[in-house]
């Protein structure tokens, strides 16, 4: 099987999965079941809940970017409908101002197969069993400038590369308080790894300032972490633009022979909550933290690739146009096309066995229930995602009504890393059911081929069934 299928499939099969992320909306609310999984120290107001496994009982499937389809296609400025950001009526400050250092676009699925959860006399306990991954894809501002304004200089691109990780979770998680106003949390998860894959191009870099050459260099890498991935054999290649010859990875023979457990790890949730009413301080005001997926997997065979990094030229002759097959012109690009082979080459790195640590995220709050109207509450939520080049913050203002102890609804608007967005969530948690539907990330305007603009785009919705009734006063 062709690499570039083996690859675009599991990049679209891991990112299609589950994933880390929870419905930030939800952080609020006093009857949403889940609360654990955006803070291990949250008790939920019944006596305990459980859900099935051939019901969505937790389903939330995130895609968030700074870059979208309206960065890409613009208004003309000599005209009606769309261009791109490449056209030449668009000025080169109008098409660059609409990209970042660092552009991203990231995808977080969440998918609980079983969960419950149980109060005993001074503890509340859970536990939950799902699947989760996360992708992201990062590219640098210099790749976006060099496509639209190319120059004789030196193009440093930085960093640019793709990441995907899947795998099953089981966590135990135990919350109580340890004096009358503060409550902590804790779970412990052990992750089943079904696999990862990185693929990087570090410290690209071009020259072009020379008269009849380039000079290029770039260190490219690939980790593939799928058991009985193999590369398959190499095939010897001739330098087209010095003498020698080099190994590289033949790709119409990269395989997957025996998938299975690709690795083993553990992670912790931490959270506490500080009721300042109950200490007399100030009526109504809780402040609250949490750290999530602070662990790691390590994957037993990882099968590694890269390059050898060395500065390759790209020379250019003088080019002759002739009639018929053959041209010079031809020769010329088929030349060039050869030499960035040269450069993008990979060769087999071996088999290795790696540990990677998950995409942590922390999570502070405040929120304070209206002295004059106790079924209205604000709060403050700032969330941080701690991934590398991935990395996202947002900060979120909500407002939750909950008029009677069975029915929530909430709103909210938040800003960050990706931009401005709106996000809401309806939670029915009347005696014999739980049932709740939200978004963190409206979507917004479309094309009329329904193409959202905005990478920005979530749903998260699920059914589970409380124990017991409401501990809420």
């Given amino acids: 099987m062709k690499a570039k299928y083996i690859i675009g499939v599991a990049l679209l099969a891991i990112s299609g999965t589950a994933s880390s992320q929870n419905l930030s909306s939800a952080y609020f609310l006093d009857g949403f079941a889940y609360g654990h999984e955006l803070n291990p120290a949250k008790e939920y107001d019944r006596s305990g809940y459980f859900s099935l496994p051939f019901l969505p009982s937790n389903f939330n499937f995130t895609v968030r970017g700074n870059v979208g389809v309206e960065d890409f296609l613009l208004k003309n400025p000599n005209g009606k409908g769309l261009v791109s950001y490449l056209h030449p009526s668009v000025s080169i400050d109008d098409a660059m101002s609409n990209f970042h250092n660092n552009n991203k676009l990231l995808n977080d699925i969440r998918y609980d197969i079983l969960s419950f959860g149980f109060h005993t006399k001074k503890a509340y306990h859970t536990v939950t069993i799902g699947l989760r991954t996360n992708f992201g894809f990062n590219m640098p501002y210099e790749i976006f400038e060099f496509s639209k304004n190319i120059e004789n200089k030196d193009y440093d691109f930085g960093d640019m590369g793709t990441t995907a990780q899947a795998w099953v979770e089981a966590g135990y998680g135990y919350s109580r308080n340890v004096t009358e106003a503060i409550r902590v949390g804790g779970k412990f998860k052990f992750l089943v790894g079904a696999g990862y894959a990185d693929i990087k191009m570090d410290g690209l870099r071009l020259d072009l300032s020379g008269d009849d050459r380039w000079i290029a260099t770039a260190n490219g890498t690939a980790e593939v972490g799928v058991k009985g991935f193999t590369w398959g054999p190499t095939e010897t290649k001739e330098y087209s633009s010095k003498p020698g010859t080099y190994e590289q990875i033949d790709f119409d023979n990269v395989d997957v022979e025996s998938p299975g457990i690709g690795g083993l790890g553990a992670a912790l949730d931490l959270g506490v909550e500080w009721d300042m009413g109950k200490q007399g301080i100030l009526d109504g005001m809780k402040l609250s933290m949490s750290l999530l997926d602070l662990g790691f997997i390590k994957w037993r065979e990882v099968s590694t690739a890269h390059n050898n990094g060395d500065p390759f030229e790209l020379k250019f002759d003088e080019i002759k146009i002739k009639d018929g097959e053959g041209t010079d012109i031809d020769d010329q690009f088929d030349k060039f096309d050869d030499q960035l082979s040269d450069l993008m080459s990979l060769q087999d790195g071996g088999t290795t066995k790696k540990?990677?640590?998950?995409?942590?995220?922390?999570?502070?709050?405040?929120?304070?229930?209206?002295?004059?109207?106790?079924?209205?509450?604000?709060?403050?939520?700032?969330?941080?995602?701690?991934?590398?080049?991935?990395?996202?913050?947002?900060?979120?203002?909500?407002?939750?009504?909950?008029?009677?102890?069975?029915?929530?609804?909430?709103?909210?608007?938040?800003?960050?890393?990706?931009?401005?967005?709106?996000?809401?969530?309806?939670n029915l948690h009347p005696k014999a059911f739980n049932l709740f539907v939200g978004m963190d990330y409206v979507l917004g305007k479309m094309t009329k081929q329904y193409v959202p603009l905005r990478s920005n785009a979530n749903l998260c919705m699920g059914i589970n069934f409380p124990l017991g009734k409401s501990r809420v006063k």
């Fill in 355 to 426: 540990a990677r640590m998950l995409g942590a995220t922390l999570n502070i709050a405040a929120e304070y229930t209206m002295p004059f109207y106790k079924h209205l509450k604000v709060g403050f939520l700032s969330t941080t995602r701690i991934q590398g080049v991935y990395s996202w913050n947002e900060e979120r203002l909500a407002a939750t009504v909950s008029p009677v102890k069975w029915f929530e609804i909430s709103g909210n608007i938040g800003v960050g890393t990706l931009g401005f967005n709106t996000g809401w969530i309806l």
